[in-house]
């Protein structure tokens, strides 16, 4: 059975981007899912006295040691004054002093989405710049936007021209692992 982490850039217990990782996860046949919530993971605020004065946070290093044990990543990222949310970028921050190899080399589908039209992708921009360069194996990247219009519940993704570019997103990551 192939073991899929689903991230949900933001902290907020009603993540859009939560719920779009965890769905994406779901649509790998045969996946184990551990859904890595970023609000759960508490982590201090990164910095270097931080560090110093005590050390890792054991939560980075559970995360570390979930990317070490998946097959592959799905990371939704959510969009904050154009950049990733602050609990984001605080648990990459950690998780670069455990490894500056983040995201392992591990198959990876980027996502991002948002309310508004350009489905987060200024951020994503800036992901895709930036996490090859830390182990980040971008093998897919997708762009929901308008996440209201475009997501419910029941359906998933109830837009037939974003639905069958996801599904080859998705056929992508599975063609990786």
Aim: aromatic share 8%; net charge negative; glycine share 8%.
């Amino acid at each position: 059975m192939l073991k899929v982490i689903a991230l949900g850039g933001s902290n907020s217990t009603k993540s859009i981007n939560k719920k779009l990782a965890v769905y994406a996860a779901n649509q790998v046949a045969n996946a184990e899912v551990t859904v890595v919530d970023l609000k759960e993971l508490d982590l201090p605020m990164f910095g270097i006295d931080e560090e110093a004065i005590h050390g890792i946070p054991a939560n980075a290093h559970k995360l570390n040691r979930l990317i070490a044990a998946t097959d592959g990543l799905i990371i939704s990222l959510a969009e904050h004054n154009g950049c990733y949310s602050a609990a984001f970028k605080n648990a990459y921050d950690w998780l670069s002093r455990i490894d500056g190899k983040v995201w392992q080399n591990k198959p990876m589908l980027l996502m991002g989405t948002s309310p508004g039209a350009r489905g987060a992708q200024t951020v994503l921009g800036i992901a895709l710049a930036g996490f090859p360069r830390l182990g980040g194996n971008i093998v897919a990247d997708f762009s929901f936007p308008s996440f209201e219009d475009n997501f419910s519940d029941q359906e998933g993704i109830n837009n037939p021209e974003l639905k069958t570019v996801f599904d080859s997103k998705i056929e992508s990551l599975v063609k990786a692992l």
